[in-house]
């Protein structure tokens, strides 16, 4: 029986590289659904070589276009973000699906797949952040079971195959991203072209950022605290500039489990959609010898705030860190769109936090609702 795959934002890094792994293996995935916000083009391709039962154009405007360019091909085409949850929630069709939206837009289709039962791939960590509590919560109820796209907890996940033991802490890598050794001074007159050059991998514009801030390293402490229930403070941030070990476990007799590999995301995608099964991959091998050396370092706090914001975030928990999520997608864009410096992602970020409603116990509505009351704040601040 082959897997039927659905794959949320199949246009984007995560989404063309998860059909590039399944062209690998004919034999034991096809593709049910495809979904992108406005790449048309790209996704008629797709949904044509892949032989797609249906896609969905969030971007209204395209449904025409989509629509007469699939139609002879027998591809059925939505438009809009609710048709998503709607196919989703109904269909029986679909084995796993694999959520590679970019950011909190992602979450309403996620929960949707969740509230289905269905095996979640997932690539989109800011609806962990956003919505943690609730969505472990959701996946329980609904015996969904959800597999981390993301590289380290892949590396995670994978460390913790077979292991009966408890965790004592997690070692959780990073690159340190173009920034490692800028002084403040550079970052803070740094082009989104510079903090775009990610020294080790390729990814969309949004994580790229975030790994230039270390914000991303904060948002997957957080992603981590709620896929393995572990407390933040057992969660570890390790510079590991040649990003070969992707994250390692450390259990309680002392010894550590880690996963490396070349950094390519195709090795992690596979895993989430061949799970429990380890299957081959056409990809690069990991050459010891030409790497020579692994190093590690502490990560330095001053000059990446974020890290801290993050962490203060998680500990404060509530609707914290869906604010803190909300504003750093706010102050991305901004630093995108020439109209922040580089410095003031934090900036923007905590000054959010400090003049949002605090909420202890959010439900799903009280998300949303926090989400909204963050962008606008942090939109007010960039003006
Ligand atoms: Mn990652």
């Keep these: 029986m082959k897997r039927r795959v659905a794959i949320l934002g199949s246009t984007g890094s ?24 406005n790449s048309k083009d790209l996704l008629i391709e797709q949904a044509i070589r ?24 027998m591809v059925k085409v939505f438009a809009g973000n609710e048709s998503i949850a709607d196919i989703l929630e109904n269909s029986t069709n679909i084995d796993i699906v694999v959520a590679s939206m970019v950011g909190f ?19 989109n960590k800011e609806t962990l952040v956003a919505a943690g509590e609730i969505v472990t919560a959701q996946a329980r109820k609904h015996n969904s079971f959800i597999v981390p796209v993301d590289s380290e907890h892949s590396a ?16 959780l890598t990073a690159s340190g991203g173009p920034f490692l ?16 050059k990610h020294p080790r991998w390729t990814m969309g514009a949004k994580v790229t950022i975030d790994s230039a801030s270390m ?48 950094p390519d995301m195709r090795i992690p995608i596979q895993y ?22 692994l190093t590690f370092r502490e990560p330095d706090r001053e000059r990446f705030p974020c890290i801290g914001i993050a962490y203060e975030s998680i500990r404060k928990g509530g609707n914290i860190p869906c604010i803190m999520n909300a504003a750093n997608e706010v102050a991305v864009a901004a630093f995108l769109q020439d109209k922040i410096r580089f410095t003031q992602i934090p900036e923007v970020i905590e000054k959010t936090i400090q003049r949002c409603n605090f909420i202890a116990s959010p439900d799903i509505e009280d998300i949303f609702e926090s989400d909204k009351e963050g962008r606008i704040f942090a939109n007010e601040l960039i003006r």
């Design 14 to 37: 995560i989404g063309t590289q998860a059909l590039d792994v399944i062209s690998q293996h004919p034999d034991l995935f096809e593709v049910e659904l495809l979904t992108a916000n």
């Design 215 to 262: 914000m991303n390293k904060g948002l997957e402490m957080i992603e981590a605290r709620w896929l393995f229930d572990v407390n933040p403070d057992k969660i570890q941030m390790v510079i590991h500039p040649q990003s070969i070990i992707h994250s390692m476990v450390q259990f309680e007799d002392g010894s550590i489990i880690g996963q490396m590999g070349v």
């Design 156 to 171: 995670i996940f994978q460390s913790l195959q077979g292991e009966r033991a408890a965790i004592e802490k997690i070692l």
């Design 181 to 196: 050794d800028a002084t403040i001074e550079q970052m803070a007159a740094a082009t989104k072209e510079i903090a775009l």
């Design 105 to 123: 837009s992602g979450l309403k289709p996620t929960l949707a797949a969740i509230r289905s039962g269905k095996t979640i791939a997932l690539a």
């Design 272 to 293: 989430a959609l061949s799970y429990p099964y380890r299957i081959p991959l056409n990809v690069e091998r990991l050459d010891l010898f030409k790497m020579g050396s």
């Design 50 to 73: 892949f032989n797609a039962n249906t896609v969905v154009i969030s971007n209204k405007e395209m449904y025409r276009e989509v629509s007469e360019a699939l139609n002879p091909h």
